[in-house]
Structure formats: structure tokens, C-alpha cells
């Protein structure tokens, strides 16, 4: 266990500080480290290589910049996107307008509640294949692939969100004779707004992962098309770029979103991390 | 003015033979600019209750888990019979503020859950030991019972029983009573003193409450805030033969309690 | 919500969809969709099929093998992130992107690399369900007070019987939590991973029923499906009852 002797190199005490490497904080240093390491693997691994479908990190790169260059990529995520922010709108708009109405209407939650609790725990995924026959390959398909995947979240959410809402400040509010209207808009939503962001930051990323997933099984564009493309042509450091993307853009997209919630919704959360 | 002795020189009583327990030149820092206590020199007589008394921030709990091994000092080391300690051992046993029970145990576990840890014993005799410890702070029939179904005051005493079961020397409480609501504090007081008359413990016991200080102590060192410093050490000198409603009622109960108060006050903001 | 002064559990509004789903069904307001009452009669013929039988046989075998290395490489995880500030920050970073990423989009990697066998689905379930195991552990390991901690070492807990006795039981209702949002995601990870690989077990059932138009049995495996992932839930979410008590007494 921990010595007690006297000396003065130890001032540090339990509070960990962080420490600087090369002039950034410790753990920034080690993730980025920790990322160097993994395309060290990938690389290594891709030279043995591990399988004849497995690329260098190299020549993956190589392929990203390809795309890039002769604007598939760009193309490519143009058409990914446009599916991917209306399904998120419609989603976000009636999704938060049941959430609310279920958090403040007892029937209306009632009605909601179970089947959006349902959906929300089974694989909607499966239905995915049956937009097809009702919405054809178009953008309509894959629209309602993102509503189906995001719409369940950012609904239960924003019900989870109001239901929260601190009672003792609904309280003071009714106590001060606050209308009902001013406790839903002054109290009710404000307080509840964090857990609705964050609800919506979920449900794009499940609203990508619809996307995504109707790319590849139900209609042959946008980034879905250039990883099953590129995996039937055996261009597999292609198939490999464009899953790099994927999980790159999902992340970067997640990060800002977090970024925006800490910055304008919970300021007193930025100290913590 | 006070029929209490009051010992100036805070050294006075370091380092006496009949000391368990005594810290030398204890410094505390956390990180670098946060200074907790300040060459901290103190003799906890045995056999006898030690409150450490002050406001928030003076470091009366950082002293305490300093003595109890689970902080580590900056300068300064810890005695126990006069040897130095590392860490902690099993001549201390703690007593938490928020008694840090497992909720997943019954009071009996948790009662014989440091006999468990150190492998003292058969199954049965530490069985044997922690239903005797249960009874003896006055739970006996609640042994299969769960934290959660207990009050705050019933917990407590599960916290206490299983400090006395491992049969440590020294008691370290860590504001005992303070999640325990007025009435439950005062008889568990009580019943703390009346249980300790029998055990033959030391006590060190850190409160911010003065009248539960001098109700309790046989011996009160003041701690100053920022950084910790003692600020005089008090013997209130108090008849333990009294019941407890004319301790309470006793003038030199209330002087006591009156001259610490005149003496904090001025830490107050 | 009350009808004649009767509370009436929300679960029954479920009656008002199915209903609805019967009518639009017999209506024949769309051809993918066959009254509900018909796709329960399927469900009932299905689930007597040998064919049926030894899919769903290989698809729970495959769910079962990947949820146990899932659970054992999340709590893992976890702890680890929970034990030390640098793990963290790494270690977090990483499981937080792979909980929120598109996974989906790496099932056509696994197929090349893995084959279009059992393998492919056990890794599918394997990625789909660690994460979020991982975070939950991790936010319950960070929520045991101090205390706690403290009362094991003062009472000479040596640091495996801390791990063993203290700190597991303690974050044990986040990991409960995580492993029923993990099957959760395992389920919808295998049925992602058999829609895209679709030459075994279910996966080539849903293949055959939706290329043949055979709707009624495509929405009659579907809800078995359904039906198996809430069974799943609920027996963790029980488990998850019986330790609640002791999370409740937690701050």
C-alpha cells in the first residue's frame, strides 16, 4: 500500500491532474497515439496479409483519396445525406411534438407509449426489405428507413425528457400563479430540452445507421452502393475506404453534435469530462 | 471562565507513553495549491474518545482518513503504538459518514464482512461473533434483514456493529450521526457511550456539531480552516456518572460548549 | 387512462393498433401487408416447420456464442475504463465510436472476411452488442461512492477481493442494464447481419418469404423475432427488478 514518508515529490496527492506531453494534455496524447497504433495493425495486417480481402492501411487511404479526387465520394454522400436529413426533420418534428404531448397528456401516452416502446426494442431493421414493395428503390424508401429507426428514440426521449421535468420547479411556478401554459413553455420544455437534444443527437445516428442499411439492401446509391460496388468488383481497399468514412463521418457527426449539446444546453457538464 | 482544562501548547500531549495513536508533522496538500492541514502533531490517549472539532474546510475528515491509511500524506507519518503505518490495518476500523453498507447484503454480511475479508474464523464463528455484535448496538432480530429496509439511524448501528466485530483497538468515526435525524442522534449518542464504557476502545470521532463534541469527548482538539491547523485542544471534564439529561443540563456541559463556540465563530464568513 | 372507472394498462392501446393493422389487413390497403389474424395462424404454422426449427436453432446458437464473449469483453471493458484515467479517455473514445456507428456498414467487411457462415453472424453480434455493455459498466463502476471503496480497504480487502466483492456487486445493476440494451442490439445486429448474409438460418428464410411474396410468413418470422428479443428483455429486465433495490439506495 501507499507509503507514508515524508517528501515533497509527492505533493500531487490522489487529485490526478493531467499532465502535459508535448504540449497537449496526457490523454489527448494517447488517443492519439491509440490511433496511430490501430492503423499501425491495419497496415501490418494488411501486408501479411491476414486474408486476400483485407487491404493495407496504405492502399486504403490511397483509395479514399481516389475517390475524393474524381468527386465519387462527394457524390456518393450527397445522395446518403438528402434521405438522411428529411427522414431526421420529419422524425425530429413529430417526434418531438408525441414525446411532449405524451409527457403532458395522460392519454396520449397511453395510446404512444407502448408502441413506440416496442419498436424501439425490436428489430425494425427486418421490415427494411418490405419498403421496397411499398416505396420502390427512391429516395421515399429510404426516407422511411430513417424515420423508422430514429423516430422511436427521439419520441421516447422527449417523453422521457418532460416526465423528468424537476416537480418542485413546476411547483414554484404554479405557486406563483403560472397558467398551465406558462408551466409547459417557461418551466416544462426549457428543463426537458437537454434530454430532447440529446434524443435527437441519437436519433441521427440511428437515422444513419437506416440510411445505411437501406444503401445496401434495398437500393444500390449513394455510400451503400460504393461499398456493395466495390466488394462485387473484388476493389476491395474501396469497399474498405468507404466503410472508413462510414464509421469516420458517423463519429465526427456524433462528436460535433455532443459539442453543441455541452456547449448550449448543459454548460455545467463541461467541467466534468 | 472555564471550569474546562484547556491545553495551549497543542504539543503538549504528543508523544506521551500511554498515546495508541498519534500523528507527527502531518501535512496535507491535493494537487498543488490546495493546502489541507498544516504540520499536524497530536496524541490520541487509549482507551479514550478523541473528537476532532472545527468548520468545514479545516481537514478534520482528511486527518481522520489519513489516520485510517486511506489518504496519503504529503509529509508526516501516522504512529500506532509508537510503530509507523503504511496503509490500512487491522488495529483501525472505520466508521462512515454515509455508512457504506453493500445493499446487496444482509445485516449480517455486512456486520461480519471484515472477519470475511481477513479470513478471521470458521463460517459459523464469524456468525457466531456478528450476531453478538448485533445485539450488542441493539439490533438483535433484524440480522437477515436488508440495508434498504432500515432506517438511517438502524444502518448506522450495522456500520458500528461491524467496526467493533473486527475487534480493532482504535474506532475511527467519520461524522457518524450526521445522516441521522435529532432525535435518533441524541439516544444513539447515548448508546454509543454506554456500548464504548464496556468495550475498552479508543475513539477518534470527527464531528462538526459541539454539542455532540462535548458530549461525547473526553478530549476535543480544535481544528482551524485553511490549511488545517490546531487551534487548542480541550478536556471538557465532564462527570460520565450523570445521566444523560443532567450532563446535558450540566454547567460545564454548557461552558464548554459556549467557549468552543466563541472560538470558531470567527472562522465564520 | 380509464374506461367505466376500470384502469386500463397501457399495454391494451397495443389491442387498438393490432386492431387497426386487422382492419387495414382485411381492407387490403396494401399487398405487404396481410391481416394480423392471418399472420398469426402463419406464426403458429412456422414455429412447427423443420425448416424453421433448425434456423432458429442455428441463429440462437450463433446469438448465445456471441452475447457470452459480449458480456465477458464489455464488463471487462468497462472496469478497465473505470480503473484509470488514461483507459478512459482512450478506451472511451473508442467504445463511444463504435457504439454510435453505423455498424451495419462493416457486416459486408465481416462476410469477406469471415465467410457468409455462422462465423460472420457470432462477430456481428459480438460488435453490435460489446459497447454499449462496455459504457453501462463503465457508468456503473464511475457511480460507487467512494465510500464504499473506502470500507473495502479499511477493512483490508486486497484488490481482488474489492473487484470480487465490492465493485462488481456494486455496478452490477448498470451491467444488468447494459446486457438487456446489448441483446437488444444483438438481436437487431442479427437480423442485420442475416438480411445481408441471407444464406443461413433465418437469413435465408427472410430471403425466401420476400422474394417469393410469401407475406404472411415474412411478418409471421418477423414477429418471432419480436417476440423472442422482448422474452430476452424481460427475463434480464427481472433480474434487473431484483437488484433494483439496492441501486434505489444509492446517490
Known amino acids: ?273 | 471562565m472555564s471550569t474546562a482544562a484547556v491545553a495551549q501548547m497543542p504539543d503538549q500531549n504528543a508523544s506521551t507513553e500511554d498515546n495508541i495513536v498519534e500523528v507527527r508533522n502531518i501535512t496535507k496538500y491535493y494537487g498543488e495549491d490546495i493546502h489541507a492541514l498544516d504540520s499536524i502533531n497530536l496524541g490520541f490517549p487509549t482507551g479514550q474518545m478523541t473528537t476532532l472539532l472545527g468548520p468545514s474546510g479545516c481537514g478534520k475528515t482528511t486527518l481522520l482518513k489519513i489516520i485510517a491509511g486511506l489518504l496519503e500524506t504529503t509529509e508526516g507519518e501516522v504512529l500506532i503504538h509508537g510503530k509507523p503505518v503504511f496503509g490500512p490495518g487491522p488495529e483501525r476500523a472505520f466508521v462512515f459518514q454515509d455508512f457504506a453498507l453493500l445493499p446487496w447484503a444482509t445485516v449480517i454480511e455486512n456486520v461480519g464482512f471484515g472477519l470475511e475479508l481477513t479470513n478471521k474464523g470458521t463460517k459459523p464463528e464469524r456468525e457466531e461473533k456478528a450476531k453478538h455484535y448485533i445485539n450488542e448496538v441493539g439490533l438483535g432480530g433484524f440480522e437477515y434483514k436488508y440495508p434498504h429496509e432500515l432506517s438511517g439511524g438502524m444502518r448506522q448501528r450495522v456500520g458500528l456493529a461491524r467496526a467493533l466485530a473486527v475487534n480493532a483497538e482504535v474506532l475511527l468515526m467519520d461524522e457518524p450521526f450526521s445522516a441521522v435525524d435529532e432525535q435518533t442522534r441524541r439516544k444513539f449518542q447515548e448508546d454509543l457511550l454506554y456500548l464504548l464504557a464496556n468495550e475498552k476502545k479508543s475513539v477518534i470521532f470527527v464531528t462538526h456539531s459541539i454539542e455532540e463534541a462535548v458530549y461525547v469527548s473526553d478530549q476535543i482538539v480544535l481544528l482551524s480552516p485553511r490549511p488545517g491547523r490546531i487551534h487548542s485542544i480541550i478536556r471538557p471534564e465532564i462527570s460520565r456518572d450523570s445521566t444523560p439529561d443532567e450532563i446535558r443540563r450540566d454547567k460545564r456541559y454548557l461552558d464548554t460548549v459556549e467557549e468552543i463556540w466563541t472560538n470558531l465563530r470567527k472562522y465564520l464568513d | 387512462m380509464k374506461i367505466f372507472g376500470y384502469d386500463i394498462p397501457p399495454v391494451f392501446s397495443l389491442l387498438i393498433w393490432i386492431s387497426l393493422w386487422e382492419i387495414a389487413g382485411q381492407l387490403q390497403l396494401a399487398f405487404i401487408l396481410p391481416p394480423f389474424s392471418a399472420v398469426v395462424v402463419e406464426l403458429f404454422e412456422l414455429v412447427q416447420r423443420p425448416d424453421f426449427q433448425s434456423a432458429a436453432y442455428q441463429t440462437f446458437e450463433s446469438f448465445v456464442i456471441g452475447m457470452t464473449i459480449a458480456i465477458i469483453a464489455g464488463v471487462a471493458l468497462g472496469f478497465l475504463m473505470g480503473s484509470n484515467r488514461i483507459a478512459n479517455s482512450v478506451l472511451g473514445m473508442w467504445v463511444n465510436i463504435m457504439a454510435s456507428a453505423p455498424l451495419s456498414s462493416l457486416v459486408p467487411v465481416l462476410m469477406l472476411l469471415f465467410g457468409l457462415g455462422q462465423l460472420t453472424i457470432i462477430v456481428t453480434v459480438i460488435l453490435f452488442s460489446t459497447w454499449i455493455i462496455a459504457l453501462d459498466t463503465y457508468a456503473g463502476v464511475h457511480h460507487i461512492s467512494p465510500s464504499l471503496r473506502e470500507m473495502g480497504r479499511s477493512f483490508g480487502a486486497s484488490r481482488f477481493q474489492l473487484l470480487t466483492r465490492v465493485l462488481f456487486w456494486a455496478a452490477l445493476p448498470e451491467i444488468l442494464a447494459g446486457i438487456r440494451m446489448g441483446l437488444i442490439r444483438a438481436v437487431k445486429g442479427i437480423v442485420i447481419g442475416q438480411l445481408l448474409v441471407s444464406v443461413v438460418a433465418l437469413g435465408r428464410l427472410f430471403r425466401t418469404f420476400s422474394d417469393n411474396f410469401q407475406f404472411e410468413e415474412f411478418w409471421a418470422l418477423t414477429i418471432a423475432l419480436f417476440i423472442f428479443a422482448l422474452l430476452f428483455s424481460s427475463a434480464i429486465g427481472w433480474l434487473e427488478h431484483k437488484v433494483e433495490y439496492y441501486a434505489a439506495t444509492r446517490n
Open chain 1, 1 to 273: 500500500m501507499s507509503a507514508v514518508a515524508p517528501s515533497v515529490d509527492k505533493i500531487s496527492g490522489p487529485t490526478k491532474k493531467s499532465e502535459k506531453i508535448l504540449g497537449m494534455t496526457d490523454t489527448l496524447f494517447y488517443r492519439i497515439v491509440s490511433v496511430f497504433a490501430l492503423f499501425a495493425i491495419w497496415e501490418i495486417a494488411g501486408r501479411i496479409p491476414i486474408s486476400v480481402a483485407f487491404p493495407t492501411f496504405s492502399s486504403t487511404m490511397g483509395a479514399l483519396w481516389d475517390m475524393i479526387l474524381d468527386g465519387r465520394m462527394f457524390n456518393a454522400y450527397a445522395e446518403t445525406l438528402k434521405p438522411l436529413a428529411v427522414g431526421v426533420s420529419i422524425s425530429a418534428v413529430f417526434g418531438v411534438a408525441i414525446g411532449v404531448g405524451m409527457g403532458l397528456n395522460r392519454l396520449m401516452q397511453w395510446f404512444w407509449e407502448p408502441i413506440f416502446v416496442v419498436l424501439q426494442a425490436s428489430p425494425v431493421a427486418a421490415l427494411i426489405p418490405l419498403i421496397t414493395y411499398a416505396y420502390g428503390i427512391g429516395l421515399t424508401a429510404k426516407t422511411v428507413a430513417v424515420i423508422m429507426l430514429a423516430a422511436p428514440i427521439i419520441v421516447l426521449n422527449s417523453y422521457k425528457a418532460v416526465r423528468n421535468a424537476n416537480p418542485s420547479l413546476i411547483q414554484m411556478c404554479q405557486s406563483f400563479q403560472g397558467t398551465r401554459f406558462q408551466v409547459i413553455w417557461q418551466v416544462i420544455i426549457p428543463s426537458a430540452a437537454p434530454v430532447i437534444f440529446a434524443g435527437l443527437r441519437l436519433g441521427v445516428a440511428a437515422g444513419f445507421i437506416g440510411v445505411i442499411l437501406a444503401e445496401l439492401l434495398i437500393t444500390p446509391t449513394g455510400v451503400g452502393d460504393l461499398i456493395s460496388y466495390h466488394r462485387s468488383v473484388a476493389e476491395y481497399q474501396y469497399m474498405y475506404a468507404a466503410v472508413f468514412t462510414v464509421i469516420l463521418f458517423s463519429a465526427i457527426m456524433v462528436g460535433l453534435l455532443e459539442v453543441a449539446e455541452v456547449k448550449y444546453f448543459r454548460p455545467e457538464k463541461k467541467k466534468g469530462h
